[in-house]
């Protein structure tokens, strides 16, 4: 099994070709303009990778959205995708497995906000630490994109699975001086040297 994860990553305020081949229903629903970009970006991004990597584009691929709102490709179920977005940023994988991705900025003045989705004995363990609850919600949030359910699921009710490959890292994006982390979740173990990490400004290793 071709085990190779394709990221791409772009701005909206970076991108200026026009995205309007990739409206659908589901984006036309958006009233806020910063979010309907972002998706007509993700759409755009996983576009390309489909061209470079399968030889067809979305539309052949049949890419939709499910009950859960994530996403697939109706005519090749044995694809598949995960999108995420934060702050303009947009980042897509493809992957013959399965696979899910979270982007989160890491902000100590949110941390508290984000008490909801642990149960008392994680947050009693991560509560201190911006880095690790932001760590932490990040791979929760992969996790159940990886499951195809996205946040369906309670977020406390997710725990770390040792059965489960994933790993993060802390960068910079642009030039801003904002710190996000990056959390993948995979079916199997991913080296990380077969990754393009494009624009990706890396700054440590988080876990692996």
């Not at 394709?6 to 970076?14: E, F, K, L, R, W």
């Not at 770390?160 to 982390?181: A, P, T």
Request: glycine share 4%; proline share 1%; net charge negative.
């Amino acid at each position: 099994m071709d085990r190779n994860i394709y990221i791409s990553v772009a701005h909206i305020d970076h991108f200026i070709h026009d995205l309007k081949e990739f409206e659908d229903d589901y984006t036309r629903k958006f009233s806020d303009k910063r979010r309907k970009k972002e998706s007509l970006l993700a759409r755009h991004l996983l576009n390309s990778l489909c061209l470079k990597t399968k030889s067809l584009d979305l539309f052949r691929l049949g890419f939709s959205k499910d009950e859960f709102g994530c996403p697939f490709f109706a005519n090749l179920r044995s694809l598949h995708c995960s999108i995420t977005h934060c702050n303009g940023w947009v980042i897509v994988a493809l992957s013959n497995q399965l696979i899910g991705i979270d982007l989160e900025m890491i902000c100590a003045e949110q941390k508290d906000d984000l008490r909801i989705a642990f149960n008392d004995n994680e947050w009693a363990t991560i509560k201190d630490d911006s880095l690790d609850v932001f760590k932490n919600f990040s791979f929760k949030e992969s996790y159940s994109k990886y499951l195809g359910k996205g946040f369906n699921i309670e977020p406390k009710d997710i725990s770390v699975n040792e059965n489960i490959f994933n790993l993060s890292h802390v960068f910079s994006l642009g030039f801003s001086e904002n710190k996000y982390i990056f959390t993948l979740v995979a079916e199997l173990e991913v080296i990380d040297e077969s990754i393009d990490w494009g624009e990706f400004n890396l700054d440590e290793r988080v876990f692996k």
